[in-house]
């Protein structure tokens, strides 16, 4: 008995599991003044494939921590002299929040209050010093998949399960901000609809499994065709939304367009012994509108336009 499993799960299960066994990716700050216990957890650490960087004072972690964005982890002891480890932490989360950057402190077995001085600023654990091995490695690893399972689940939240494009939500989101930034610099900014032409017909003619195979194929074709800074985004069904901001975004616009209703048009698409080939239409606009959704309402007036002047086309 073999279960019939969409291409889009396993990829799915895939990247999940590649996110899990990316330890040695992770980049952890290792706060504390004595340098041989820097060394000693830069060691452990080490053993289990985290990517470490060191500071000594909290001054020279608050610099670290704006250079290197992709500090997940921050490991920080408590008595340091000039700044001390609570007032690093409350430092640290007036820019970084709890589900951005993980916190454990190091406290003091001896005065207990320095755990809850830690937490209270905002760490997300502590260990006590001096600590048992055992235990170091399992906050450690459990504060990093928690963390993990989070900014799994906040991008899933702006993702499309099916073609793994961002969402609509992730658009009116990020692409706000990159509008807003167009029309005060007065920088070129495109919004583009891409919509399937017959799409209802493939599946009509072929079933839904196979319609389901095509978004994949002509999300991927667009993805790469696209340019990297672009923003491109399953709007519903069979439409996309594409953004275009900066210099690509002018008179230009049309052969970027025309490229990419290329790339989908050229598509062969396998099914059996045949190979299915699909068209799109594009309705484009450059005119910084009211809104990103009013512009959006322009660009869909213009793929109106193209559909009804026979599809497979680009209009601006
Ligand atoms: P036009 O050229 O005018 O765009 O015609 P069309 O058939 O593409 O347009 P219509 O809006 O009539 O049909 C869109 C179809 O897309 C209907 C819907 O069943 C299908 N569809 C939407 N989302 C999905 C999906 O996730 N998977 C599959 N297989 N089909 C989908
Ligand atoms: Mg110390
Ligand atoms: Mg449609
Ligand atoms: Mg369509």
């Known amino acids: 008995y073999v279960l019939k499993t969409n291409p889009s799960e396993i990829d799915y299960v895939a990247r999940l599991v590649r996110r899990v066994h990316r330890n040695h990716r992770i980049k952890v700050l290792i706060v504390d003044d004595s340098k041989g216990f820097r060394l000693y957890l830069k060691e452990l650490l080490r053993t289990h494939r985290y990517q470490t960087i060191e500071a000594e004072d909290g001054e020279e972690a608050l610099k670290l921590l704006h250079q290197h964005l992709d500090i997940r982890l921050m490991l920080t002891d408590f008595h340091m002299p000039k700044m001390d480890g609570q007032t690093l932490i409350t430092q640290a989360r007036r820019h970084f929040d709890r589900n951005q950057l993980g916190i454990i402190g190091f406290s003091d077995q001896s005065a207990p209050i320095t755990s809850a001085k830690l937490l209270k600023a905002g760490a997300n654990d502590f260990i006590a010093k ?187």
């Open 130 to 316: 001096p600590f048992l091995i055992e235990e170091f490695y399992c906050r450690i690893t459990q504060n990093v998949e928690t963390l993990e399972f989070i900014h799994l689940v906040r991008d899933s939240a702006v993702r499309d399960f099916l073609t793994q494009l961002h969402n609509r939500r992730y658009l009116f989101d990020v692409g706000t901000k990159a509008y807003e930034q167009a029309k005060e610099r007065d920088s070129g900014f495109a919004a583009v609809i891409i919509d399937i032409d017959h799409f209802k017909q493939v599946n009509d003619t072929h079933g839904h499994f196979i319609g389901d195979r095509v978004l994949q194929r002509v999300a991927t074709a667009m993805r790469k065709s696209a340019h990297q800074d672009d923003l491109l985004v399953r709007y519903g069904g069979e439409e996309f939304c594409l953004l275009i901001h900066g210099e690509r975004a002018s008179a230009r616009l049309a052969e970027e367009l025309e490229r990419i209703r290329f790339a989908i048009a050229s598509l062969e698409i396998p099914n059996g012994n045949e190979v299915l080939r699909v068209t799109a239409s594009l309705g484009a606009t450059l005119n910084k509108s009211s809104s990103l959704a009013a512009m959006i309402d322009i660009a869909d007036a213009a793929l109106y336009l193209a559909k009804t002047e026979g599809r497979n086309r680009v209009r601006i």
